[in-house]
């Protein structure tokens, strides 16, 4: 249900969302909080990959 409300704060872009992220993540030790809070936080890096994921 976490994941959820932070999913839902970003696509929503609510306010104060990397402090509400903070505090998700420190509340709750579930690992998929935190994975999930990070990648928010920190988006990972986009690959250039062209068409079926080759190299474009």
Request: no cysteine; net charge positive; charged share 20%.
């Amino acid at each position: 249900m976490q994941i959820q409300a932070m999913l839902t704060a970003k696509f929503l872009k609510l306010p104060d969302l990397e402090t509400n992220i903070k505090t998700a993540m420190a509340s709750n030790k579930a690992a998929g909080v935190k994975v999930i809070g990070e990648q928010i936080l920190i988006p990972p890096k986009q690959r250039n990959m062209g068409p079926f994921g080759a190299p474009s």
